[in-house]
């Protein structure tokens, strides 16, 4: 059944990022209308323009180049005036990311760590390493931490992260040798949690035998307990467990359990490793609805069943898992859990279990779950998946959807029939907005002379109207970047950790008065010039960097900031294909420095230095350090 074309093709302008152009005072909007621009944060414009320094010294260090990095690094303690230790920990992170663990490892025996945000930091830097040096290293970090200055949490958090590893007993060890008898419980209950990790169950089990007895001297510590609880559940000590459950029940005074839902949380868990559903499902009776961050508690009912549900996944009881999956309320919640006991399928290799709540989850885990199942021969659960997000009629939008996923996770063999159903079906009905799309498609699946075959038709047919007074131009937005998020790397956090202990340090004021929005009504040469960005964008997708320029360099200059948008887009592709050649000679065609010139810079100059063309990477990362900020 076909759906109406004017819903299909609104439709599917929404998976395009429409265009946020950030206009310069030189410049004007696509209704001919001159615009300016809101002055940056300066601390924020600071810490970015800091961290591409940063990023400098890193590519310094793989070429060989460290003086050279550390007068780069006096730029940045001057600028930001960072403290000697702070500068030995940036130094640390720019080793770790450079790959040079010799170097970085000179540096331990300077820090002075906070525990913070500059071991956070460097716990990022140590996640670029082989898996198998990451947990020594930041053991070997945490070591210079004060034991009262986050320690044993993060030998908590690596024995976490790092389970079943000889370097967990590692932890368990140096957690054992630190703890005294004036140690609280709950510290001693980490202890046996992180012998678990290890996986030296009869040591986790010896140390709780002993700790629930010293437990029942304090009835206050009713949390020790619970956790202890726990514990013998997740062990395998089902008896035990239910054991020291039954003995709460009297500890525990009627009514407390509905005002701590933090008890009633955990004892949910511990009644759920054991299978006693029926207490669980009475414990659930006494969580609020909502959670309620007044009382420094983020416990519901909701989150307790989110818990329960990834809980029996990780145990291997999938039925379980899955009714306690359906029975949260919350649609947000449900498909964050969905999508968390997924990937815990998947690398458990459980394609039916992942496929059968793969309607919970997002289009691109719903692709990824089919791709993988398909590399393990399970053609059968692969095509139902793919099936089902398809649709069984012909929901042109759908169709591009699933496509459009399905090539973001590699899945080619499967878009590429799907994407020429999909020609056909624009073809047949004359929808010639959604021939770029299509055309975009193709390319993205690696057909790129299909890709360029029909973007050559768009092309002569935007000639043909662009030359008619009278006939309207079909418009379809460029393929332009979405704002950038906060990276969450290594440097980030540094520069982030810096700036908000700066003493000098005042956040930003909002303006919180509302702006409505006025439509613009663009003019034609608005609109041709909007085209003109448009297919230079999808010429960049397909991989054709001579179109994409010729139709970048047709946009008059006065759409000075629109151009420069369109060229980081193109620039961004190049790079992408692995073409520092051409992203390069891209750039030195635009005078005017865009925002992103200097992080493009850097990247072409890391290609450069992969390709071992090292000469090109040096200038360039002297050119991008002389760039003067926009």
Same mark, same amino acid.
């Given at each position: 059944?076909?759906?109406?074309?004017s819903?299909?093709?609104?439709?599917? $302008?929404?998976?395009?990022?429409?265009?946020t152009?950030?206009?310069?005072?030189?410049?004007?909007?696509l209704?001919?209308?001159?615009?300016?621009?809101?002055?940056?944060?300066?601390?924020?414009?600071?810490?970015?323009?800091? +961290?591409? &320094?940063?990023?400098?010294?890193?590519?310094?260090?793989?070429?060989?180049?460290?003086?050279?990095?550390?007068?780069?690094?006096?730029?940045? +303690?001057?600028?930001?005036?960072?403290?000697?230790?702070?500068?030995?920990?940036?130094?640390?992170?720019?080793?770790?990311?450079?790959?040079?663990?010799?170097a970085?490892?000179?540096?331990?025996?300077?820090?002075?760590?906070?525990?913070?945000?500059?071991?956070?930091?460097?716990?990022?830097?140590?996640?670029?390493?082989?898996?198998?040096?990451?947990?020594?290293?930041?053991?070997?970090?945490?070591?210079?931490?004060?034991?009262?200055?986050?320690?044993?949490?993060?030998?908590?958090v690596?024995?976490?992260?790092?389970?079943?590893?000889?370097?967990?007993?590692?932890?368990?060890?140096? &957690?054992?040798?630190?703890?005294? %008898?004036?140690?609280?419980?709950?510290?001693?209950?980490?202890?046996?949690?992180?012998?678990?990790?290890?996986?030296?169950?009869?040591?986790?089990?010896?140390?709780?035998?002993?700790?629930?007895? =010293?437990?029942?001297?304090?009835?206050?510590?009713?949390?020790?307990?619970?956790?202890i609880?726990?514990?013998?559940?997740?062990?395998?000590?089902?008896?035990?467990?239910?054991?020291?459950?039954?003995?709460?029940?009297?500890?525990?005074?009627?009514?407390? $359990?509905?005002?701590?839902?933090?008890?009633?949380?955990?004892?949910?868990l511990? #009644?759920? /490793?054991?299978?006693n559903?029926?207490?669980?499902?009475?414990?659930?009776?006494?969580?609020?609805?909502?959670?309620?961050?007044?009382?420094?508690?983020?416990?519901?009912?909701?989150?307790?069943?989110?818990a329960?549900?990834?809980?029996?996944?990780?145990?291997?009881?999938?039925?379980q898992?899955?009714?306690?999956?359906?029975?949260?309320?919350?649609?947000?919640?449900?498909?964050?859990?969905?999508?968390?006991?997924? #990937? #815990?399928?998947?690398?458990?290799?459980?394609? +039916?279990?992942?496929?059968?709540?793969?309607?919970?989850?997002?289009?691109?885990l =719903?692709?990824?779950?089919?791709?993988?199942?398909?590399?393990?021969?399970?053609?059968?659960?692969?095509?139902?998946?793919? /099936?089902?997000?398809?649709?069984q009629?012909?929901?042109?939008?759908?169709?591009?959807?699933?496509?459009?996923?399905?090539?973001?996770?590699?899945?080619y063999?499967?878009?590429?029939?799907l994407?020429? %159903?999909?020609?056909?079906?624009?073809?047949?009905?004359?929808?010639?907005?959604?021939?770029?799309?299509?055309?975009?498609?193709?390319?993205?699946?690696?057909?790129l002379?299909?890709?360029?075959?029909?973007?050559?038709?768009?092309?002569r047919?935007?000639?043909?109207?662009?030359?008619? =007074?009278?006939?309207?131009?079909?418009?379809?937005?460029?393929?332009?970047?979405?704002?950038?998020?906060?990276?969450?790397?290594?440097?980030?956090?540094?520069?982030?950790?810096?700036?908000?202990?700066?003493?000098?340090?005042?956040?930003?004021?909002?303006?919180?008065?509302?702006?409505?929005?006025?439509?613009? =009504?663009?003019?034609?040469?608005?609109?041709?010039?909007?085209? $003109?960005?448009?297919?230079?964008?999808f010429?960049?997708?397909?991989?054709?960097?001579?179109?994409?320029?010729?139709?970048?360099?047709?946009?008059?200059?006065?759409?000075?900031d629109?151009?420069?948008?369109?060229?980081?887009?193109?620039?961004s %592709?190049?790079?992408?294909?692995?073409?520092?050649?051409?992203?390069?000679?891209?750039?030195?065609?635009?005078?005017?420095?865009?925002?992103?010139?200097?992080?493009?810079?850097?990247?072409?100059?890391?290609?450069?230095?992969?390709?071992?063309?090292?000469?090109?990477?040096?200038?360039?990362?002297?050119?991008a350090?002389?760039?003067?900020?926009?």
């Amino acid at each position: 059944m076909y759906k109406p074309l004017s819903i299909i093709f609104l439709t599917l $302008l929404s998976f395009v990022s429409t265009p946020t152009v950030s206009l310069a005072q030189a410049c004007v909007g696509l209704d001919g209308a001159s615009v300016s621009n809101p002055s940056p944060d300066s601390q924020i414009a600071k810490s970015q323009q800091s +961290r591409e &320094m940063a990023e400098i010294a890193v590519a310094l260090f793989r070429v060989g180049q460290p003086n050279r990095a550390a007068q780069v690094n006096e730029q940045i +303690r001057s600028r930001f005036k960072l403290e000697p230790k702070d500068l030995t920990t940036l130094v640390m992170i720019q080793y770790l990311m450079a790959g040079d663990q010799a170097a970085a490892t000179a540096q331990l025996p300077k820090l002075e760590l906070t525990g913070f945000g500059d071991i956070d930091a460097i716990f990022l830097a140590t996640r670029t390493l082989p898996e198998k040096n990451q947990v020594d290293w930041m053991l070997n970090v945490v070591d210079r931490l004060p034991i009262n200055n986050g320690k044993l949490l993060w030998w908590i958090v690596l024995a976490e992260l790092y389970p079943n590893r000889p370097e967990t007993r590692k932890i368990a060890e140096k &957690m054992r040798l630190l703890l005294t %008898e004036e140690d609280r419980l709950s510290e001693w209950v980490n202890l046996a949690v992180v012998y678990r990790q290890a996986g030296d169950f009869e040591a986790a089990r010896s140390l709780l035998e002993s700790l629930a007895k =010293q437990a029942k001297s304090d009835a206050r510590d009713i949390s020790s307990r619970i956790k202890i609880a726990q514990e013998f559940a997740y062990i395998g000590q089902p008896k035990r467990a239910l054991t020291e459950l039954n003995q709460l029940n009297s500890a525990i005074a009627p009514g407390q $359990l509905s005002t701590h839902p933090d008890w009633t949380h955990h004892l949910a868990l511990a #009644h759920a /490793a054991i299978n006693n559903l029926t207490a669980v499902s009475d414990l659930l009776q006494k969580l609020p609805d909502k959670a309620d961050p007044d009382s420094f508690s983020f416990h519901a009912k909701d989150v307790t069943r989110s818990a329960i549900a990834r809980q029996f996944a990780e145990q291997g009881n999938f039925q379980q898992s899955q009714k306690f999956l359906l029975s949260i309320k919350d649609s947000q919640l449900q498909g964050e859990t969905a999508q968390r006991i997924v #990937h #815990h399928l998947l690398h458990k290799g459980q394609w +039916r279990q992942a496929a059968a709540i793969s309607a919970f989850v997002e289009p691109k885990l =719903q692709a990824l779950i089919a791709y993988k199942a398909a590399q393990a021969n399970q053609t059968a659960i692969s095509d139902r998946i793919v /099936a089902a997000m398809r649709g069984q009629d012909m929901d042109i939008t759908l169709l591009l959807q699933t496509t459009y996923v399905l090539n973001q996770v590699g899945y080619y063999t499967k878009s590429r029939p799907l994407l020429k %159903e999909a020609l056909a079906f624009v073809t047949e009905q004359k929808i010639q907005p959604l021939r770029y799309k299509v055309a975009v498609q193709f390319a993205d699946a690696g057909e790129l002379e299909q890709a360029n075959q029909l973007l050559d038709e768009q092309a002569r047919n935007f000639e043909e109207l662009s030359r008619s =007074q009278k006939t309207s131009l079909s418009m379809f937005d460029p393929l332009l970047l979405d704002a950038p998020n906060p990276d969450e790397s290594a440097l980030w956090r540094f520069f982030e950790h810096v700036r908000l202990k700066a003493p000098d340090f005042k956040p930003t004021q909002r303006n919180s008065s509302k702006i409505e929005a006025v439509p613009v =009504q663009r003019s034609r040469e608005g609109s041709i010039v909007m085209n $003109l960005g448009s297919l230079a964008t999808f010429y960049s997708r397909a991989r054709n960097f001579a179109k994409a320029d010729q139709f970048l360099q047709r946009i008059p200059d006065q759409y000075c900031d629109f151009k420069a948008s369109i060229l980081e887009f193109v620039v961004s %592709e190049a790079i992408a294909a692995k073409q520092p050649d051409e992203a390069q000679k891209l750039l030195t065609k635009y005078s005017r420095p865009t925002n992103t010139m200097r992080k493009s810079l850097i990247a072409i100059a890391n290609l450069y230095l992969d390709q071992k063309q090292t000469a090109k990477a040096i200038a360039l990362l002297e050119q991008a350090l002389n760039l003067k900020s926009s």
